[in-house]
């Protein structure tokens, strides 16, 4: 079992930053990949950014240089550094991590950007 704890979320003006970081109850050294992704209302959940143990990194068009994925396998961590903000990037975002043919889910952080 792997328990996740999402934090940073909030409310931020279009144009602005929010980090996301997302910890691990255990070590994730061993864990293939790792990311967020988010669902808006009345819409599906989506892949936002993952990133494999080899550093590996997959991004949303709709993020894709705007936000960055990083982990910290020291601190078992996986950080989701979002910039230039939009009003569409808004929803409830959740830490999910995936190995040895398991998967694990956060419960969620709200990100809400107004306009």
């Known amino acids: 079992q792997v328990q996740l704890m999402e934090s940073g979320g909030g409310l931020v003006q279009a144009g602005g930053s929010l980090r996301l970081s997302c910890a691990a109850s255990?070590?994730?050294?061993?864990?293939?990949?790792m990311g967020w992704r988010r669902q808006a209302p009345g819409k599906e959940r989506e892949l936002v950014a993952s990133i494999t143990s080899a550093g590996v990194t997959n991004y949303a068009g709709s993020v894709k240089g705007r936000f960055i994925i990083s982990r910290d396998n020291a601190k078992n961590t996986v950080v989701l550094q979002m910039n230039s903000l939009k009003p569409e990037d808004t929803g409830v975002y959740y830490c999910?991590?995936?190995?040895?043919?398991?998967?694990?889910w956060g419960q969620g952080t709200q990100v809400t950007v107004s306009s």
């Open positions: 999910k991590v995936r190995g040895g043919g398991l998967e694990f």
């Open positions: 255990r070590s994730t050294s061993r864990i293939a990949v």
